[in-house]
T-cell receptor
Framework: GEDVEQSLFLSVREGDSSVINCTYT??????LYWYKQEPGAGLQLLTY?????DMKQDQRLTVLLNKKDKHLSLRIADTQTGDSAIYFC????????????FGQGTTLQVKP | EAGVAQSPRYKIIEKRQSVAFWCNPI?????LYWYQQILGQGPKLLIQ????????DSQLPKDRFSAERLKGVDSTLKIQPAKLEDSAVYLC?????????????FGPGTRLTVL
C-alpha cells in the first residue's frame, strides 16, 4: 500500500539547521516531494527529488534520499523565523497519473 | 501569472445541508485535483481531472460528493448532504500535465465547518 509517515513537530533556534524526516512505503515512487504550508495558505512546492538520485541541493535546502530504507529527509540550513510552517513529504506512488500521497506534516517552530 | 483561485474561502453549514466549492486553475493547466485536508493530516486526493474527464475518483465518497469540470477549465465540488466529518479544508490544485514530474500548484483552500 501507499503510506507516508512524518514526525509531527520540530523546534529549532534561528540560525540552526533543521532536519525533517519522512518514510514512505511505495518503492515504485518515481518522484518524492517536499511542500511547505503557511497558516491559511495552500501548499507550496519547495523541492523534489527523482528516485534515482541520492541527494539534491537547492540553496539552503538539501534533500537526502535513502531508497533502500525508503527514507527521505529535508535539511534547511541557517533556519529563519520565516521558515516556521508545516512541511509535507509526498510520494508519487505507483500510478502514473500524477496523484500525490502526502504525509501528515511536520510543524517546524523556529525560535528567535 | 495568476495562481489557482478558490471560493469561498470559508463556509459554515449545518449537517445535512449542501455546499459547493469553486476552483479556477492556472490558465492552460490540463490537470485539476481536489484534495481534502482534515485538521492535523496531510491532503488526501478526492478526484483528479484531465481536461474534462475523470482520471481518478477512487477516494471520492460518491454517495454524497460530486465534482465536475464541464468545459475543462473551472471545476466545482459539491457535498450533499454534509456530515460532521466533512469538516476540513478543501484544496484545489492544477498542473500542466499528468504523470512525470508534474508540479502541482495549490489554491488557498476553502475551510468548511459542519455544525
Amino acid at each position: 500500500g501507499e503510506d507516508v509517515e512524518q514526525s509531527l513537530f520540530l523546534s529549532v533556534r534561528e540560525g540552526d539547521s533543521s532536519v525533517i524526516n519522512c518514510t514512505y512505503t511505495d518503492s515504485s515512487s518515481t518522484y518524492l516531494y517536499w511542500y511547505k504550508q503557511e497558516p491559511g495558505a495552500g501548499l507550496q512546492l519547495l523541492t523534489y527529488i527523482f528516485s534515482n538520485m541520492d541527494m539534491k541541493q537547492d540553496q539552503r535546502l538539501t534533500v537526502l534520499l535513502n531508497k533502500k530504507d525508503k527514507h527521505l529527509s529535508l535539511r534547511i540550513a541557517d533556519t529563519q523565523t520565516g521558515d516556521s510552517a508545516i512541511y509535507f513529504c509526498a510520494e508519487s506512488g505507483s500510478s502514473n497519473t500524477g496523484k500525490l500521497i502526502f504525509g501528515q506534516g511536520t510543524t517546524l517552530q523556529v525560535k528567535p | 501569472e495568476a495562481g489557482v483561485a478558490q471560493s469561498p474561502r470559508y463556509k459554515i453549514i449545518e449537517k445535512r445541508q449542501s455546499v459547493a466549492f469553486w476552483c479556477n486553475p492556472i490558465s492552460g493547466h490540463a490537470t485539476l485535483y481536489w484534495y481534502q485536508q482534515i485538521l492535523g493530516q496531510g491532503p488526501k486526493l478526492l478526484i483528479q481531472f484531465q481536461n474534462n474527464g475523470v482520471v481518478d475518483d477512487s477516494q471520492l465518497p460518491k454517495d454524497r460528493f460530486s465534482a465536475e469540470r464541464l468545459k475543462g477549465v473551472d471545476s466545482t465540488l459539491k457535498i450533499q448532504p454534509a456530515k460532521l466529518e466533512d469538516s476540513a479544508v478543501y484544496l484545489c490544485a492544477s498542473s500542466e500535465k499528468r504523470g512525470g514530474n508534474n508540479e502541482q500548484f495549490f489554491g488557498p483552500g476553502t475551510r468548511l465547518t459542519v455544525l
